[in-house]
């Protein structure tokens, strides 16, 4: 069950900088239950090392100046050869996090963190169905006093005693390093809604309770890590624990995906963010040397099930328009979404007429919509119209390809 989030204003500690995940490939060697089988069937091979490198320079560049983090995720991010290569030409201007399952040998683990620079934190994702607690325990005692090191436990509720342990081993052993309990969210089982699994009371509280921070002696980096939520710091967990309760829901709100947040896809495709909404409004490739700058988009999702999406500057529509004034770009296309809501029936089905007419026919234009409509014709229409919107600007009556549609009934009229 869904819960509404009580909250007008999302950011983070440092609003200005951008959040870079990067999925390299799709080669794994696990297969997780709950993992898409897109993220470990193979198929995408190595990424271009010179367009990658020559890409993040036009994203410092000419999209977001600031301070980055690159987090490199896959598939299998230490499964790509030349990684450490890579992290020691990168551009210095981003600050970079591997997200790994740490099943890589400790002779590996012991050469790359000495041969390898320009990496500021190693993040591993505890799979309960593959992970060795031992070997993940001497991984760590490798890792834990030379760089920034987090240990994520993905709460499987059919390995929760698994999770116990693992968990009471982590307290045992005092290692200078951040562990939590992450949940699990649908997104990790293709559905197209983004809420976390079904958690007991009691599972929330184990989440809850056990989320350790000791950390010491890692100078700290000005990248967000902390949500600020309607003004008041929270912990760097608390957006875990959002999507654990499900209040993680921003239907409507104004998102700055695209210019403080970016996804790139195992395929090179770039998208403003990691969810739904983003992924329907494709920025272009990294092959590419270059994609189009948008300053955010109008969220029509569910849920938002992704850490660093979470943390990304968001705002109530109505808070957004007090502080805008005149026409500004947003302002235009939130109040196109917002009067999808009140819109008569009739012209919710023209709306979404003009969408589908002036969209390439693809079965993927059709299916990104049913993701989220689950079978209520309403809420295709709106999801339809949404993804227009972002696209250019407003409803399709009005701009872009749409308002050059020209239906056979008016001419019967």
Not at 128 to 151: P, Q, S
Not at 171 to 197: C, Q, V
Not at 303 to 310: N, Q, T, Y
Request: some cysteine; hydrophobic content about 35%.
């Amino acid at each position: 069950m869904t819960t509404e989030n009580p909250y007008s204003v999302i950011s983070n500690n440092h609003p200005e900088t951008m959040h870079i995940e990067w999925v390299v490939n799709n080669v794994c060697n696990y297969k997780c239950s709950y993992c898409m089988p897109d993220l470990h069937s193979g198929s995408s091979g190595q990424p271009n090392f010179e367009n990658s490198l020559k890409f993040l320079d036009f994203v410092h560049e000419k999209v977001n100046p600031n301070y980055k983090m690159l987090t490199l995720s896959g598939g299998e991010p230490t499964m790509w050869p030349r990684l450490s290569e890579f992290l020691h030409q990168m551009n210095p201007n981003y600050y970079v996090t591997i997200v790994t399952n740490g099943s890589r040998t400790l002779r590996w683990w012991e050469e790359f963190i000495v041969d390898t620079t320009n990496l500021s934190v190693v993040t591993i994702s505890i799979h309960l169905e593959y992970a060795d607690i031992e070997h993940i325990i001497n991984v760590c005692k490798i890792l834990h006093k030379k760089i920034r090191t987090t240990v994520l436990i993905l709460f499987n509720p059919a390995k929760k005693e698994q999770a116990k342990m693992f968990a009471e081993r982590f307290k045992a052993e005092k290692l200078n390093l951040t562990y939590t309990i992450k949940p699990i969210t649908t997104r990790y089982e293709g559905e197209g809604d983004n809420a976390s699994l079904d958690y007991t009371a009691e599972d929330k509280k184990f989440i809850s309770d056990n989320t350790v921070y000791s950390q010491k002696g890692f100078p700290s980096m000005p990248t967000s890590a902390e949500m600020i939520v309607d003004g008041v710091k929270k912990d760097s967990f608390f957006a875990g624990r959002m999507i654990a309760d499900k209040t993680n829901k921003f239907t409507g709100w104004w998102c700055e995906a695209g210019r403080k947040r970016l996804t790139i896809w195992h395929d090179g495709n770039v998208y403003g963010a990691q969810c739904l909404t983003a992924k329907r409004n494709l920025l272009g490739n990294i092959n590419d040397g270059e994609i189009k700058i948008i300053n955010g988009l109008v969220c029509d999702i569910m849920h938002c099930a992704c850490l660093p999406d979470l943390r990304i500057p968001k705002r109530k529509y109505y808070d957004l328009k007090k502080e805008q004034s005149g026409e500004s770009d947003s302002i235009i296309a939130l109040d196109a979404a917002a009067s999808l809501s009140s819109m008569p029936l009739r012209q919710l089905q023209l709306e979404a007429a003009r969408v589908v007419s002036s969209m390439e026919a693809t079965n993927d234009n059709i299916h990104k919509f049913n993701l989220e409509s689950r079978h209520n014709s309403q809420l295709w229409y709106r999801s339809a119209l949404i993804w227009y919107i972002n696209k250019y600007g407003n409803l399709p009556s009005i701009t872009g390809p749409g308002k050059d549609i020209k239906f056979i009934y008016e001419d019967i009229e």
